[in-house]
């Protein structure tokens, strides 16, 4: 919890190890003196006599919703580790707020639609709708406190130490309010719109996370004073942190609302200005696509755009000085409740601190790195032949994202490239993915895409490209109904002297140059036929009308992947019982299913040790007596978002290990298009086990561990144990390479 991150945090920069050191067996890392370690129990324990209370017990469920807040403070506890430089805690601050704002705009406002549809279902922890939406206000207040008194008191002071001050319009001398009273009139004041509230005047449509001021105002008539109410929006087209222009000043920024607040007579010439106070509305954001829409998928999710900012009102946020009174005609006004008025100490809008988080101040940000290219591929310029001399991993950041853009870009103009088929869902703006489809395509390439329209908030960028490959003459899918596609495949065809060949890439993380820099995923080359197979079986069941469920190798949702991990997990619980070496070990961003918890319960109850990396949510509870005694969560959040799914199971000594696309989540198994793909190389299987996972699980120092109530306490080295961040530590390999 962030309440006790002062005493968690060790205020000495540490040191990783150089590369090469640590780098111990696999399974050696995995255990270690939970005495020393900080870790809430042993990793392996006999089997325990069966509990009391069923494995669907609620009891055996942490909420969802209170395990995501938990998975934000610990993002938020980044802001406070003085290992971490400035800007970086300022930027761990505004994820903090951007995440904050898509849980309200997604998962709160599937909560209050439950309410409003009267379903009274329960979650797996055995909340009904209304009680998980009064436990998510009631716990996020405590965070939000938190957050606001880490800002005034420890984040701004710093800045202002590093020359970067926010400053407020009435402590500026005479001469720097002239300066920005002209700079409002000349480009603040033509862009505002004030908009009265009357019985003339109803109360207008509040935009999904804008910036409003609420201002009272008074008019002198002959009847005496009159009271009225007017709504200015701060744009958003304009900067919100205005700069300050003065001799050794530094970095000086006003807010733009401070600058609207102490000009509001421009606007309302003739009234006195009684005072304003700033508010903030967030919207249901989410679309909805009804099935009988999907026969037009395109021009469904373009209106639902549209409809998006015009979603039901699911949180208002109000600075503390607000009165009483206009905050209840707020509230009235939007159709909101108490559980959803949050009040704010401070400044709203947080996540607006991206525009100071992304200054550039180099001594203020990480140090910056080149990712590096595996030896394979240096100098190789074809890497259709370096792909047939064996599978390829990269491990992104810290490989390159390049061999991928090259992977596609050569097929484009190679004159033996027949086809290439691709799934798409977050593309960034200027994808170099697209473009090398595109010139494909202009190449006489057979070119097949697959984009989801539905991926939540790059709707609009994804139909953007979608259009673009269509002109070209690229065949555009887009997307199922009532399925997202979530996989992360390419195939490309190529006709060689010995017959055609099918080359493809498996990824965990999306096709996107930008986050491959700063999520950690897996890229996996292979030219395998048993997986080409599988990998064409399913792009024939994504773009025509197969009904094929059953692949050589894949594990695909949401036909096989459920049942495969199932069958995978309780293979390992029959290796514990008959006394053969059993373990899982598992990497991912999330576990929700209950089905998928229920099953790890059992292997636990069987006696295998079970090692859990879950960087998000996580429903399971370990350390439960007779449940989990055997089971380890950690969650790992540093420079780089832990974005790679890997799983690994022990089989009796034959491990086998699998990377994919998907989360054990109820989405993920049954209401998307996932992939799983076997790590068949043993070489690449060895080294994610012995030196990727390895390193992550011996990690010291951006580790937490999850307790059974659903909090985490961060690990801490022993007292001899060296420092070690896996972060650091797979990037100063990389370097070194």
């Known amino acids: 919890m962030v309440a006790d991150v002062d005493e968690e945090i060790h205020r000495r920069p540490g040191v990783s190890p150089p590369p090469g050191e640590n780098r111990l067996p696999f399974f050696m890392l995995v255990v270690s003196d939970p005495a020393q370690t900080g870790e809430p129990h042993p990793p392996t324990v006999p089997p325990q006599a069966t509990p009391l209370v069923g494995l669907d017990d609620p009891s055996l469920y942490h909420s ?24 970086e805690r300022l930027k761990f601050m505004a994820i903090f707020s951007t995440n904050l704002d898509e849980y309200f705009m997604i998962r709160v406002a599937a909560i209050k639609q439950q309410i409003e549809a009267e379903v009274h279902r329960r979650s797996n922890d055995g909340r009904l709708p209304e009680e998980q939406l009064l436990a998510v206000s009631t716990r996020l207040r405590g965070s939000l406190d938190r957050f606001a008194r880490l800002l005034r008191e420890r984040i701004l002071p710093e800045l202002e130490g590093a020359g ?47 910036l409003s001021l609420g201002v009272e105002m008074e008019e002198l008539t002959g009847e005496g004073p009159v009271t009225h109410f007017a709504r ?129 101040l180099a001594e203020l940000h990480d140090p910056p790195f080149t990712p590096a290219i595996p030896k394979r591929l240096i100098g190789q310029p074809d890497i259709f032949a370096a792909i047939r001399e064996g599978d390829i991993l990269l491990h992104h950041p810290y490989d390159s994202f390049d061999p991928v853009l090259q992977f596609l870009q050569q097929a484009a103009v190679d004159p033996q490239v027949l086809a290439i088929k691709q799934t798409l869902y977050r593309i960034s703006g200027h994808s170099p993915t697209v473009q090398a489809l595109i010139e494909a395509a202009e190449n006489g390439k057979q070119v097949a895409a697959l984009i989801e329209l ?65 999520y950690t995923d897996l890229s996996l080359f292979t030219c395998r036929p048993e997986l ?21 190798k894949l594990l695909v949702a949401p036909t096989s992947m459920r049942d495969g991990f199932v069958k995978l997990i309780r293979r390992e619980a029959e290796h514990a019982r008959a006394g053969r070496s059993a373990s899982i070990v598992a990497k991912m961003n999330a576990i929700s299913d209950a089905g998928i918890v229920h099953e790890l319960y059992a292997a636990s109850q069987a006696g295998v040790p079970i090692d859990l990396i879950v960087r998000g949510m996580c429903e399971l509870r370990p350390g439960i007596p007779g449940v989990s005694e055997t089971i380890r969560v950690r969650s790992i959040v540093g420079r780089f978002l832990e974005h790679s799914r890997i799983f690994i ?22 209401r998307r298009v996932e992939t799983v793909v076997p790590v068949l190389d043993p070489g690449i299987r060895d080294h994610i086990c012995d030196d990727m996972l390895a390193v ?14 659903g909090t985490y306490a961060r690990r801490k080295p022993s007292g001899a144990e060296p420092l070690l961040c896996a972060q650091e530590l797979l990037l100063a390999r990389a370097e070194a390479l």
């Open 649 to 670: 199971f022990g089989n009796g000594g034959e491990r086998e290990v699998y990377i994919g696309s998907a989360d054990w989540m109820g989405r993920n198994l049954d």
């Open 532 to 552: 080409g197979a599988d990998v064409t079986q399913l792009f024939n069941s994504l773009t025509g009308f197969s009904k094929e469920t059953l692949y050589q």
């Open 232 to 360: 200015v929006k701060v744009p958003p087209s304009l900067p919100r942190f205005m700069p300050v222009e003065a001799a050794g000043a530094g970095r000086r920024f006003v807010m733009l609302e401070d600058v609207m607040a102490n000009n509001l007579d421009a606007l309302f010439p003739g009234m006195e200005i009684r005072a304003s106070y700033l508010f903030r509305v967030t919207r249901d954001a989410d679309l909805d696509i009804q099935e009988d829409e999907a026969d037009d998928l395109l021009r469904a999710i373009e209106s639902e755009l549209r409809k998006r900012r015009f979603g039901e009102a699911v949180r208002l946020e109000v600075e503390a000085a607000m009165p009483e009174h206009i905050r209840r005609m707020l509230l009235d006004a939007l159709v909101l409740g108490d559980v959803d008025l949050y009040q704010i100490e401070g400044m709203l809008g947080t996540s607006d601190l991206w525009t100071l988080a992304n200054l550039e």
């Open 164 to 210: 970067i001050r926010l400053v407020r319009y009435r402590d500026l001398d005479e001469l720097r309010r002239a300066e920005l009273r002209h700079t409002f009139e000349e480009r603040v004041f033509p862009v505002l719109t004030p908009l009265a509230v009357d019985q003339s005047h109803p109360f207008p449509y509040i935009s999904n996370l804008s």
């Open 696 to 709: 992550l699980l011996a990690d010291n120092c951006k580790t937490r561990w999850l307790r059974s109530d």
């Open 454 to 518: 539905k991926a939540r908030f790059d709707e609009e960028n994804n139909i953007l490209w979608a259009r673009n490959l269509e002109r070209v003459g690229a065949h555009v899918v887009y997307g199922l109904p009532g399925l997202k596609v979530h996989a992360k495949v390419i195939l490309v065809v190529r006709d060689e002297p010995d017959g055609i060949r099918r080359y493809v890439h498996f990824g965990t993380g999306n096709y996107n140059e930008r986050t491959a820099r700063i």
């Open 64 to 87: 969802r919703e209170l395990s995501w807040l938990e998975f934000n403070d610990r993002v938020l506890e980044e802001a406070l580790d003085e290992r971490n430089p400035l800007l």
